[in-house]
Nanobody, 128 residues
């Protein structure tokens, strides 16, 4: 069965950094576009970043451009989200996602329930 397992969340002060990781199993990892969404209490699950199958291109939400960087290692079946210059408004549960057919360039416009597979989420809390 397919599993996506996130790790690396925690509590950090504003201006600090965190690195989230997602380990995938049960799928042909290099065949899937990968990405991250986040959800704050009482809000919708929103797009954060996506990366193409080869790892050579990525897309970001306007709110995180210049601060976050997504990468993947197809040999290790992992995808990473490096988060720098964190702000209190970045506080949310962060979810790893995988999709076979939706290209990375379109992820900014899809809903938070459209990807094929989801991880369980990891909490990121940024204090002011």
């Amino acid at each position: 069965q397919v599993q996506l397992v996130e790790s690396g969340g925690g509590l950090v002060q504003a201006g600090g950094s965190l690195r989230l990781s997602c380990a995938a199993s049960g799928l042909t990892f290099s065949s899937y576009t990968m990405g991250w969404f986040r959800q704050a209490p009482g809000k919708d699950r929103d797009f954060v970043a996506s990366i193409i199958r080869s790892g050579a291109g990525a897309y970001y939400a306007d709110s995180v451009k210049g601060r976050f960087a997504i990468s993947r290692d197809n040999a290790k079946n992992t995808v990473t989200l490096q988060m720098n210059s964190l702000k209190p408004e970045d506080t949310a549960v962060y979810y790893c996602a995988a999709d076979l057919l939706i290209s990375a360039s379109r992820w900014a416009t899809i809903g938070g329930d459209e990807c094929d597979y989801w991880g369980q989420g990891t909490q990121v809390t940024v204090s002011s």
